[in-house]
Each structure stands twice: as C-alpha cells, then as structure tokens.
C-alpha cells in the first residue's frame, strides 16, 4: 500500500458525495432536457443550476479527496469560474422559483383569466426570465469583485470556495439579495397555495382555460414548494449569520492587493463536508422525484440504456410501455354487463359487437346474472337481426364522395380518391337511426336491470 494514501486516506464522505453528484447530474439531465425543449426559460434555469452545483461537487470531491496539500491540484482556471457560478447560483436558483411561483400564481388568477397569451407577451414573460434567472445572477457575479479578497479558497473534500470580505459593502453587494429573493419566492408561493384552496371548486377549470395539464401543474408545483422549504431557511440563517460578524473597514487597496490577490489557501478538510454541498444532493433528488418520473424522462431513460447497449442484458427495455393500465380506466355496472354478454354471445356464435371500456381483471359480475334472464333472449333476437343488416353495408359515418351530386361541396385536399372497386359509403338511413336508438334504450334497460339486481 502507498505510504502517502494510508497517512491521507480517501474519506468515505468524498465517495458518497461523488457518487450521489453523479447520479443527480445523469437523472436531472432528462427533465432539463424535457423543459428545455418546451421552451420553459424557469423550470430550464433551475433545474440547469442545480445540475452544475452537482456537476462542481462531483468534480471537486474526485480532484480532493484527501488531505494530502502537497499533491493537491492548484484548481487554477476551474475554481475562478466555480465560484463565480457559486455566487450566482444563490440568486439563480431563487430568481427561477420567483418566476415559476409567478407563473403558477397568474394561472390561477380568476381577475385576469386568458386563454392564451400573444406572441410579444410570450416573448415579454421569457425575456423577464431570462433577466432573473441568468442577468441577476451575472450583476451578482460581477459585483463580487469589490469585495473578493482572494481569488479562492480549497478545503478538503469540498473544494473550491468562495471569498467575502467582512465588510459593510459585501452585505448590500452581495449577502443581501438571495434574502429579498428568498422572500419574495415565500410571498409568491403563498399566493398560490392560497389560491388553490380559494378556487379548489374551480381549480381544473382555471388549468384548462390556460392550457394548462393539472399533472404539471402539480409537479411543477410541488418541486417549487419543497426547494422553496429549502432554501428560504437557510438563506435566511446565512444573512443573519453573515450581518452578525465582526465587521473591518472596506479598504480597496488591501481587499486588491496583487500579492493577497495571488495567495491560494488551502485547508484540509478532515473528511467533512459544508452541509450546503449535501443541500445540492438533495435539491437534485427533489428534481428526480418530481420530474424524473414522468413519461417523458422514462422514455429517456429507456433510449439512453438501449443507446449503450442494456436493451440485450434487459429485453424488457425494447418493449414500449405506452398501454393504459386498466386500473386507471373507468368502469359502470352497465359496461361490465356488456362485456359479461359479449361473451356470452360469443361461445354461442352470435356476431354481435357491443362498444366496451377496459375494466378492472378483478371485477366479475356474478351478483348480475339474474338480471339478464328477462331481456336476454330479446338482445340476441336483435343483433342477430342487425348482424345480417350490416352484412351488405358499411355502418360507419358518411364521408364525403366527389362522385355522389348530393354531396356538399368540399375542398379537394381533405378527399380520399375512390379507388377502382371500392364501395361507396352510404349513409345511416332510418333503420339504422332506428337500431342505433334501440342499442342507447337496451344499455339503459341493462343498467336498470342491474340496480335492480
């Protein structure tokens, strides 16, 4: 064993926190990719941030995972922009749920319902997310540089961190505003939840007239809430904290000395780790479970594993997944009694067809049996009468045919050709009416005869 590695050995809380970096980065990949695509500027910019504050704790955790400073990486060029990205990131993450909150708020506002905003408007909503989301966090970036003292600072495990100077400035430049951010995300988040439960009554109606789905409504939602939880507590903490210390003179000349300026410090970390960095791994966990389980980041998950070669190991993955469960259908006693007779006319050779929804496997109609005794012999009189009715016709809905006089007129690009030899579609008659209506009557008679039953 190496000398140096059994006196400076990996820490296991270096190999936990690459492990679960890692992992974050590979699964928030698809939701980004997925709201990236949708054009969503706050949802793209938050999960975007989280994704590089996982990616920086992955990088840093696998560069120093020991304490041994003398074979540490100096992190010239990568530390100067982590923590500039560091310091934006307060605000960038805080600034996307401001602008999801806002959003989410102006859905469920019953004083100024639309059904659609115009393209100036849309163009308008992103250009003020964009400002938010990624023009904040660059004025931040660059006011940073008034009170950097150092270029940074490299602890153990955790890596490149960032340099304040204690002075009054870099309260009002830089620790004050992922604060104002911080409430103004809670004001807007308790905006919405106050409008939910106001217009619960009229919650799916509002979702509809903004087109709006109320799965995403709630994920999106719920993602915004629970980092909203997040971080409005520990932003706070870190103002108070930061307000709280002993304060010293600004004086540009010590704060720009170039020979400071210059001076890398490097602390070892003795295996722990800033609970800010665990707080990434959990904020990209809620990303995962809030949008990594949807249809869209499954179908993405599925591609990426056959794209390396999985689909041989695991066959299931070459099998598409897009069938309804049938515990999601809904289901009546009526249409239950249908297919109950449906197969009950089959085994006898009738070649009736009877419209049907999927059902639950484990529901079975034995309590129903004693009500089909009186209009069972009917029901097979008339759909075997029918059955050899629409043996020389088609039962479907009339199209239009360019060779029929009595047609309407229509454009000619929305005309199937007729082909040689095919039949012309003819149009219910009153029979048909006839039977179509007693069909609507029978269903009636089978779900009375049910409820009876």
Known sequence: MDTATSIFPIYASAIVLAVFSLLNVLLDLPPFIFHLGARNVAASSLILWIILMN???????????????????????????????FVGAQVGQLGALICIMQELARVLDTQNVTLGRTSSEEKRRKVWELVVCWGMPVLLMLSHYIVQPARYSIFGVSGCTVMVDNSWPAIVL?????????????????????????????FSSLLSASNTSKSRFLRLFLMALAL????????LYLFYYNVNIAHIPFSWEKIHDQEAWGEIVMVPGNGSVFTDHWIRVATGVL????????????????SALLAIGLGKIFPRLQK???????????SSFGSRAKVFIRGKLSRRGAAATVSTVQTPTSAKPKSVLPAFHKIKAWYIRFFHRRHHQDDDRNMQLPMWNPSSPTQPDSPSSTVRPMHEGEKEMIPLGPSSAKDTAGVHSFEIEVEDGLRKG
Not at 295 to 302: D, H, I, K, L, T
Not at 320 to 330: A, I, K, L, V
């Open 287 to 302: 990303v995962f479970v809030f949008f990594g389980m949807g249809s869209e980041a499954m179908q993405m998950y599925r």
């Open 228 to 235: 909203t939880v997040v971080f409005f507590p520990l932003t």
């Open 174 to 202: 830089v620790q004050i505003w992922p604060a104002i951010f911080a409430l103004v995300d809670v004001y807007y988040s308790g905006v919405v939840v106050y409008r939910i439960h106001r217009y619960r009554k009229e």
């Open 55 to 85: 990616l920086f704790d992955l990088v840093n955790a696998l560069l120093w995972p020991t304490d041994d400073i003398s074979k540490w990486f100096s992190g010239t060029g990568l530390c100067d922009v982590e923590v500039k990205l």
């Open 320 to 330: 598409g997944r897009n069938s309804t469960s049938p515990s999601g259908s809904t």
